[in-house]
């Protein structure tokens, strides 16, 4: 009778189990549509567009991954600071998988790969969990609330989603995989009488994991070190001789080694040999340090056993101060490379870091006391995050209850990652994992609380009664509370189709209307920093900023910066030199990309009616790119001379009375001269009909007559232009002292040879 009610409850899990798998996977793909809008395969965030990009270049140069890209940084072109394993395995998939004569089916492929490791991670949560909960059918239940707590977390989605091909998804599965392998080797006093063999797999297993997570991303030497902490506290707490072998030295050794063997080739082509921007020698040499340390541990408690835990430890903490002096006498470079790391990386003392979203604090910076630090927690868990508290509490507590050795650790390993969470929000991924572990400890920890409220000899009763339904009432809870969870409930049914954003369909213009990649051809493309890898792997045109920042090239990144916050001439020196011939932007970037000392581009009139702001455009004159390079002479607001509006977006600006597109895509010319004389001081306009997707619109230029009556206006538009987004008129209207008029046609041809159109004064021409 036994064994069959054993057999129903194993029956039981699997079934919840297997369902959730396929809820897990289902979740993350449901987005397909969104990611293949108008039968085009767009990449949902900058950092995945540039992992599709490399990912399908080493699956032509397989296994080599190339560090050097040609078309960033241009025209000198820069290196990718990335570690080598997302690439290399994708690219490994679509070599294996994919199709030459079906381009489509490789980006799906690559699209799958963070599902996949969604799945695992919703695995390995389970299996964290099934290590604090007794072996028995109702708390087997509990490890699937778990699962299935991590499965709809916002975040926890975020990085695992169909597409978003990111090596953040790897970073939370191999921080789970490190701390799962330092709890596997808990209690000790058992692990101890482990066969040799089982110990040598043990340390084998830590060295693949360990690798695999600096293979994926060269920063996991910060999680290597908290789980070196780990054991090195595992090691020293014991009273008995124990073996090198299974005390995770050896595995922190090997993986060293395995790094190096990779890392290697990288540094032979990006040249940075110690570094903590680039995978470097930097990285295997802390993670051999973090081995040598455990190691020495072994070695401390085998010789002082009879001493206390404390006493251990300091002894160890001389021995690594000792190595670290002589460490910084033999290698400076090394340890101040370290300290730059913590400064600049981790403190976030990088100015360029310290601007990006996923380096600020958790809560914003604001006081736990103020509701904007709950709709960030809320933004980040969802309805989870608002009991985050209480759940740390709570789980921290049953881990200790269930066991004080695994207790301990657990303790150790989230409050370390919920420190460093609350310092950068980038850890919250990571954090899904002990946030939803912690969580379901909680409901552990409540059945257990409750039923000691009930007679001893009941309790056991009433205990049993609660492990078998209550799990199942909490995981339909779940369930139902995330049903009225929108950002959860859309995740449950395929999200509709989309349009292109303006970004990608200027992207696309790009890719069809520039010339291909090739120096002094004019074929780079000026976009913002955060926009590169989209134009990279949309147009595959060159850009010279990205999202690497000053990591790729530190002079065309700054530069990029600038070039739009002065006069038009800066701009045209500063794409001449970085041989860029289009220029996307508009109110999409110049809004929080082009700063003017607090004043905003656009404001509002009496009515209410949004209107450019005249204050923004005298502070930034390259501010009328905002709306197609059309001046406006009666507040002295230059036209842009030499940028050709060749594409405008459909989607308008929302803030504005009158129709101005988010996105315009720029060509620079020459641009025609229009000569001719005036009376002295006067301004003479030229101005054409502009129709931006049949919105009509005026494009105005402007020059004043100099003391001798010459004036000379410079269009880039032509006439007779006729394109869906952007058309113009069949002539310019010159018009001087607002009187006196006159026609001029202006062909294509002569504004991108600069030639010149000598115009009479109206008076001379009678």
């Known amino acids: 009778m036994i064994f069959i009610k054993n057999k129903i409850h194993k029956l039981i899990w699997y079934l919840i189990f297997t369902l959730l798998m396929l809820m897990s996977a289902w979740v993350r793909v449901s987005n397909f549509p969104q990611v293949l809008p108008q039968g085009y395969f767009m990449p949902p965030a900058a950092d995945a567009a540039y992992h599709f990009r490399r990912s399908l270049m080493t699956s032509e140069t397989f296994p080599q991954v190339p560090v050097f890209d040609p078309l960033m940084n241009w025209p000198e072109g820069g290196n990718c600071p990335w570690a080598s394993g997302l690439d290399q395995l994708t690219g490994c998939l679509i070599s294996m998988f994919g199709s030459t004569d079906n381009p489509d089916i490789n980006l799906i492929i690559a699209a799958m790969v963070p599902v996949i490791f969604g799945i695992l991670i919703t695995f390995i949560t389970i299996d964290i969990c099934r290590m604090f909960l007794p072996d028995k059918p109702g708390y087997k239940l509990l490890s699937i609330l778990g699962g299935l707590i991590i499965t709809i977390l916002p975040q926890s989605l975020a990085i695992s989603r169909f597409g978003r091909l990111d090596h953040h998804v790897c970073e939370t599965f191999f921080m789970a995989a490190l701390g799962a392998w330092v709890l596997k080797k808990l209690p000790g006093e058992t692990f101890i009488k482990r066969s040799p063999g089982y110990r040598i797999t043990y340390e084998a297993a830590g060295a693949l994991i360990t690798a695999g997570s600096l293979y994926f991303f060269a920063g996991s030497v910060l999680y290597i070190a908290i789980i070196t902490v780990m054991l090195i506290f595992i090691i020293l707490k014991n009273n008995e001789r124990i073996n090198i072998t299974g005390s995770g030295g050896p595995a922190l050794i090997f993986a ?19 570094s903590y921007l680039f995978p470097s020698l930097l990285q295997p040499l802390l993670v051999f340090i973090a081995g040598i340390s455990c190691i020495g541990s072994v070695f401390i408690t085998n010789t002082f056993n009879k001493k206390s835990f404390i006493q251990k430890l300091l002894f160890l903490s001389t021995l690594i ?133 009930f007679p001893i000899y009941e309790r056991k009763k009433i205990l049993n009664i609660c492990l078998r339904i209550t799990p199942l009432i909490v995981i339909t809870a779940v369930i139902v509370s995330g049903l009225t969870e929108y950002r959860i409930i859309s995740k449950l049914i395929p999200e509709t189709k989309r349009s292109l954003w303006p970004l990608e369909s200027a992207g696309i213009f790009i890719c069809e209307n520039s010339p291909l990649p090739e120096k002094n051809k004019q074929s780079g493309v000026h976009v913002p920093w955060d926009w590169g890898h989209f134009i990279l792997q949309i147009s595959e045109r060159p850009v010279v900023a990205t999202g690497f ?70 502070s930034r ?47 620079k010319v020459p641009g025609a001269r229009l000569k001719g004389f005036a009376q002295p001081g006067t301004r003479v306009i030229a101005e054409i009909e502009l129709y931006v997707w049949a919105h009509k619109k005026k494009y105005t230029a402007w020059a004043d007559s100099d003391n001798k009556g010459f004036y000379q206006i410079i269009v880039p538009l032509p006439c007779g232009l006729k394109h869906p987004s952007v058309s113009t008129g069949n002539f310019y209207v010159i018009r001087q002292n607002k009187k006196e008029t006159f026609n001029v046609i202006v062909g294509e041809e002569v504004v991108r040879k600069g030639q010149v159109i000598n115009i009479l004064d109206k008076t001379e021409n009678r």
Request: glycine share 10%.
């Open 256 to 274: 060293s080694f395995l790094i190096y063997i990779n890392y290697s080739g990288l540094i032979h082509e990006h040249g940075h040999v110690f």
């Open 321 to 453: 101060s000792f190595g670290i002096l002589a460490a910084f006498m033999a290698l400076p470079s090394t340890v101040s490379e370290i300290f730059a790391g913590i400064s600049e990386w981790l403190m976030r003392k990088d100015p360029w870091l310290s601007g990006i979203d996923e380096f600020q604090p958790l809560t914003s910076g604001h006081s736990v006391f103020k509701p904007e630090a709950w709709n960030s927690l809320y933004e980040f868990y969802g309805q989870f995050g608002y009991a985050v508290v209480l759940f740390l509490i709570m789980g921290l507590t049953a881990a200790w209850k269930q066991s004080h050795e695994k207790g301990l650790i657990w303790i150790f390993w989230t409050i370390s990652i919920s420190i460093l969470t609350l310092w950068q929000n980038r850890f919250g991924r990571i954090f899904t994992v002990n946030l939803s572990v912690c969580a379901a400890l909680s409901m552990y920890l409540s059945i257990i609380t409750a039923s000691k409220i």
């Open 549 to 618: 920042g000053h990591y790729a090239g530190k002079s065309g990144f700054e530069g990029i910066q600038k070039s739009l916050l002065y006069e038009e001439s800066n701009l045209l020196n500063f794409m001449q030199k970085h041989d860029i011939g289009w220029l996307i932007g508009g109110p999409a970037s110049f809004y929080k990309k082009v700063h003017a000392n607090g004043i905003q581009p656009f404001t509002m009139n009496k009515n209410g009616q949004g209107l450019i702001n005249i204050a923004y455009l005298k």
């Open 621 to 667: 004159p390259l501010g009328v790119l905002i709306n197609g390079g059309s001046g406006i002479p009666e507040f002295g607001i230059k036209h842009s001379a030499n940028l050709f509006p060749r594409w405008a977006s459909q989607t308008m600006v929302k803030e504005l009375s009158f129709p101005v597109p988010m996105l315009w895509v720029y060509e």
